[in-house]
């Protein structure tokens, strides 16, 4: 069983950054692609960021495109989720996901496992 935990997550204004962590308890972490999704209150998860196995090749989605980047740290077991030039509409809950057969997925079935969410607030 793969267990996420993020951090990270918290209060900024607008304009400011966070950086949000995912570590993941599985000894083969690197055979993983990996992911971001987010979910605002009353509204859908949605796709955020991924990132293949090897963290050479990421997507995003086209809102967070040039605000956000996603890395990897197989080493660590880690992700990371920087996200710069925040606004009020990127407030949501945060959630890491894992899949063991889909790099660079945009849907969330092809995920397999998932974190617990971390909070992230934008004030403006």
């Known amino acids: 069983q793969v267990q996420l935990v993020e951090s990270g997550g918290g209060l900024v204004q607008a304009g400011g950054s966070l950086r949000l962590s995912c570590a993941a308890s599985v000894r083969t972490f690197s055979n993983y692609g990996m992911g971001w999704f987010r979910q605002a209150p009353g509204q859908e998860r949605e796709f955020v960021a991924a990132?293949?196995?090897?963290?050479?090749?990421?997507r995003y989605a086209d809102s967070m495109k040039g605000r956000f980047t996603i890395s990897r740290d197989n080493a660590k077991n880690t992700v990371s989720l920087r996200m710069d030039n925040l606004k009020p509409e990127d407030t949501a809950v945060y959630y890491c996901?894992?899949?063991?057969?889909?790099?660079?997925?945009?849907?969330?079935?092809?995920?397999?496992?998932w974190g617990q969410g971390t909070q992230v607030t934008v004030s403006s």
């Open positions: 996901a894992g899949s063991q057969r889909y790099a660079l997925a945009v849907r969330l079935e092809y995920y397999d496992f």
């Open positions: 990132i293949n196995v090897s963290g050479g090749t990421t």
